[in-house]
Each structure stands twice: as C-alpha cells, then as structure tokens.
C-alpha cells in the first residue's frame, strides 16, 4: 500500500510539473498545498499502520514533497508576479519551476549521498568484539607460542580471565 501511495504522489507531481511548464493548466497554489499536505498525510497514517520502514520510499517521497513545494511556489508566484514588463507571468512561473524543481531534487541526491557516505564511513569505524576462546584454543596458542620460540613469563593461569 505504501508502494502505490508513493507512486501516484510522485507521478501526480511530475505531472504537474510538466503540466505547469508546458501551460496546459497552472492550478492556484492552495490546490497544490492541499494536495501535497494529503500526499504527505497519506503516507505517514499507511507507513504508521504498516509498520515497515523503506528507506528507498521514504526518499522518493521526499523528492515527489520537493516537486510539490517547487509547483506551489512556482504557481504562487504566478499569483503574485506584477512586473509584466520586466518578465511575464508565464516566464516568470517557468523559471521559478525549473530552478526550484533543479535545486530541490539537487538537495536530495546530496542528502542521499551523504547519508550512504556516512554509513560506509560509520561501517568501517565500529570494532568487532572477538569471541571468548574457549580453554583449548588457548592451550593450542600457548603450543605454537612454545614452538616458535616466543619469550614468555607466566605468572598465574586461569582459564576464566582473557589475560593468558
């Protein structure tokens, strides 16, 4: 269920952007608002009952949220725009799209990359406890220490410390 819910929330919003851009329709900023606010809703209640945790949809949601944010302020720019001889509304609305929609999914891949960064980075930082050897494994290094001719000085043995 969150599949399909990630899903049609991204394609609705790569939709629109390409809807917005080509001028077919450019919807008023609160529909888009609304909108992107039941998209995010939506999948937070499914991910909340489901209870699973998908890295890889939780960043595809995050991307289709972005392009969300990108239309709704790209559409309230249009709104809003008054220098119709400096830039039309349509310019301006298209060039508010593409470079928020560009520095939106931008900031989402560095995010990524660097979460994956950390992880390796954390990976090879965390020490593997060694297992406790067992009495005879301890007696079988004390033999090869002895037959390599290892100095050594024994002071006590006990086989419940790791000392020996």
Same mark, same amino acid.
């Given at each position: 269920?969150?599949?399909?819910?990630?899903?049609?929330?991204?394609?609705?919003?790569?939709?629109?952007?390409?809807?917005?851009?080509?001028?077919?329709?450019?919807?008023?900023? =609160? !529909?888009? #608002? @609304?909108?992107?606010? *039941?998209?995010?809703?939506?999948?937070? /209640? $499914?991910?909340?009952?489901?209870?699973?945790?998908?890295?890889?949809?939780?960043?595809?949601?995050?991307?289709?949220?972005?392009?969300?944010?990108?239309?709704?302020?790209?559409?309230?720019?249009?709104?809003?725009?008054?220098?119709?001889?400096?830039?039309?509304?349509?310019?301006?609305? =298209? !060039?508010? #799209? @593409?470079?928020?929609? *560009?520095?939106?999914?931008?900031?989402? /891949? $560095?995010?990524?990359?660097?979460?994956?960064?950390?992880?390796?980075?954390?990976?090879?930082?965390?020490?593997?406890?060694?297992?406790?050897?067992?009495?005879?494994?301890?007696?079988?290094?004390?033999?090869?220490?002895?037959?390599?001719?290892?100095?050594?000085?024994?002071?006590?043995?006990?086989?419940?410390?790791?000392?020996?």
């Amino acid at each position: 269920m969150q599949v399909i819910i990630v899903v049609i929330s991204f394609l609705s919003a790569a939709l629109g952007v390409t809807i917005m851009y080509n001028a077919v329709y450019i919807p008023s900023a =609160k !529909l888009i #608002l @609304v909108s992107g606010l *039941i998209a995010l809703a939506t999948y937070f /209640i $499914v991910k909340q009952l489901q209870q699973s945790r998908n890295k890889k949809l939780d960043k595809l949601m995050s991307i289709s949220l972005t392009l969300f944010g990108a239309m709704f302020l790209a559409s309230l720019v249009y709104s809003i725009w008054d220098m119709e001889k400096f830039l039309s509304r349509l310019t301006m609305m =298209k !060039l508010t #799209l @593409v470079l928020l929609g *560009i520095t939106g999914i931008y900031l989402n /891949i $560095v995010f990524i990359r660097a979460e994956i960064s950390y992880k390796k980075k954390r990976g090879n930082q965390r020490i593997e406890e060694q297992p406790n050897k067992s009495y005879f494994e301890k007696r079988k290094e004390e033999k090869e220490r002895i037959e390599r001719g290892e100095v050594r000085i024994i002071l006590g043995a006990s086989t419940d410390t790791n000392d020996n």
